[in-house]
């Protein structure tokens, strides 16, 4: 089973507007970290956030802001205001206490921010 | 955090030739992992590599593909063995620095065409 989905495959937005991604998770682990990275087209993945499953806290920084829902797995990313360099793939990930620090990465999402 | 480089950058080989790809972590770190991207896709898992012993590979790689090595605590080795177009992918080094928060750190990735 998929321990991370991405449903949104592809998402097209025009500039200034917001945008969500949605990540939902299974695991059975009661310790266990969520995170977001971006892949830009050169293809480095950059590290967003990390948040670990005691902490549900949602998390703003700057134009970014985190929504972590334990009751429904899951852990939301939206963009205020977006511009044209967020346009990247967006992957979550789940990586689990008792396996090591194995990551789970969820298929990414394709944002594309039009001007 | 932990800094991670890997060489080459990129590459282009011949069916049936092997690459070699080379990680390097600016500090020790605990574990060491490898990932492939193919075209469009998220990342996959091919193996941790573990600093003295073989290393742990997921369902569907095997030694003989990818042979790995990891001599010491801050540099690993990834083989991609007799290749074919269908390994044309981005190969991914990784590492945690063991704190037990999780994070793991990223490479920018190796990019690899076999005609």
């Known amino acids: 089973a998929q321990k991370v989905t991405q449903a949104q495959t592809e998402i097209s937005v025009v500039e200034k507007e917001d945008v969500t991604l949605d990540c939902v998770y299974e695991t059975r682990d009661t310790t266990y970290y969520l995170f977001w990275y971006k892949q830009p087209p050169s293809g480095e993945l950059v590290f967003l956030i990390r948040?670990?499953?005691?902490?549900?806290q949602n998390e703003i920084s700057g134009r970014y802001s985190w929504n972590f829902q334990k009751s429904t797995s899951s852990f939301n990313f939206t963009i205020t205001a977006s511009q044209v360099v967020d346009s990247a793939v967006y992957f979550c990930a789940l990586s689990e206490a008792n396996t090591g620090n194995q990551f789970y990465f969820g298929t990414g999402t394709s944002l594309t921010v039009i001007p | 955090s932990a800094v991670i480089s890997q060489k080459p950058s990129r590459d282009i080989c011949q069916r049936g030739t092997s690459l070699t790809i080379q990680c390097q972590v600016d500090?020790?770190?605990?574990?060491m992992f490898w990932y492939r991207q193919q075209p469009g896709q998220s990342l996959t898992l091919i193996a941790t590599a573990n600093q003295g012993s073989e290393a742990t590979y997921e369902s569907g790689f095997v030694i003989d593909k990818f042979p790995i090595s990891r001599p010491n605590l801050t540099f690993s080795t990834l083989t991609v063995s007799n290749m074919s177009p269908e390994d044309s992918s981005i190969y991914l080094c990784?590492?945690?620095?063991?704190?037990?928060?999780?994070?793991?750190?990223f490479g920018p990735g190796t990019r690899l065409t076999v005609l």
């Open positions: 948040r670990n499953s005691f902490d549900e």
């Open positions: 990784s590492a945690t620095a063991g704190t037990g928060d999780n994070e793991q750190f």
């Open positions: 500090s020790q770190v605990t574990m």
